[in-house]
């Protein structure tokens, strides 16, 4: 069993940057591919970006390449998501989530249902404001 705690979420102008951190419970952490989604009001849940169990290979949804970075630490069973350039469409509930049967991070792209990967968490919200 894996828990997942998000952090970091909150309110931020435009332009404006927050990290996203994700904790995970248990002693597997690293056999786990990892990705974050998120969910705006309204919207269906939408995958964000992933990373490969080692942090090597990374692979990010197009609207959000060059301005997020998706990375792992595993001595610490943590991922993060570094957000910056931050527009009002990345409002959301972000989530992350863990996923052991991935092959490469490009895996997790379409795996934004709930019953897609192994485990969720709670979700952390951020807001950008215009």
């Known amino acids: 069993q894996v828990q997942l705690v998000e952090s970091g979420g909150g309110l931020v102008q435009a332009g404006g940057s927050l990290r996203l951190s994700c904790a995970a419970s248990?002693?597997?952490?690293?056999?786990?591919?990892m990705g974050w989604f998120r969910q705006a009001p309204g919207k269906e849940r939408e995958f964000v970006a992933a990373?490969?169990?080692?942090?090597?290979?990374?692979y990010y949804v197009d609207s959000v390449k060059g301005r997020f970075t998706i990375s792992r630490d595993n001595a610490k069973n943590t991922v993060y998501l570094q957000m910056n350039s931050l527009k009002p469409d990345d409002t959301a509930v972000y989530y992350c989530?863990?996923?052991?049967?991935?092959?490469?991070?490009?895996?997790?792209?379409?795996?934004?249902?709930?019953?897609?990967?192994?485990?969720w968490g709670k979700g952390t919200l951020v807001t950008v404001s215009s």
């Open positions: 989530a863990a996923d052991h049967t991935a092959m490469a991070p490009r895996d997790i792209a379409t795996k934004a249902g709930l019953y897609d990967m192994d485990y």
């Open positions: 990373i490969s169990r080692s942090g090597g290979i990374t």
């Open positions: 248990g002693r597997t952490f690293s056999s786990y591919a």
